[in-house]
């Protein structure tokens, strides 16, 4: 049993769920790597949704632009989480690109 609990939350080629909530109202999911970083989080929100300028919000922890190296499942609540809520707050207008 020891080892089945292992693997379930190994998670070093397994995918983490993101949801955007974006200015509290426009709600979106992505998809991740697990070795994604708070990098990846700003790429994904100007590539595919055109949001430049924003603030981020994870577990309550306002997220610093210099803060784009870590990676996003070091913000989890706990190890075994597979995903997070992202608050994003911009003032910029949302429009999905093609991505």
Do not use: P, Q
Not at 23 to 43: D, G, H, Q
Not at 56 to 77: G, P, Q, R, T, V
Not at 80 to 92: F, K, L, M, P, R
């Amino acid at each position: 049993m020891k080892n089945y609990l292992k693997n379930i939350f190994n998670f070093k080629d397994k995918e983490i769920y993101i949801v955007f909530i974006i200015n509290a109202y426009y709600v979106r999911w992505e998809i991740f790597s697990n070795n994604s970083t708070i990098s990846s989080l700003y790429y994904r929100l100007k590539n595919k949704y055109n949001i430049i300028d924003c603030s981020l919000i994870i577990n309550k922890k306002k997220i610093n632009a210099l803060d784009k190296s870590i990676k996003i499942c070091e913000l989890f609540k706990n190890k075994t989480d597979i995903g997070v809520d992202i608050h994003v707050s911009t003032n910029n207008k949302i429009k999905i690109i093609n991505y």
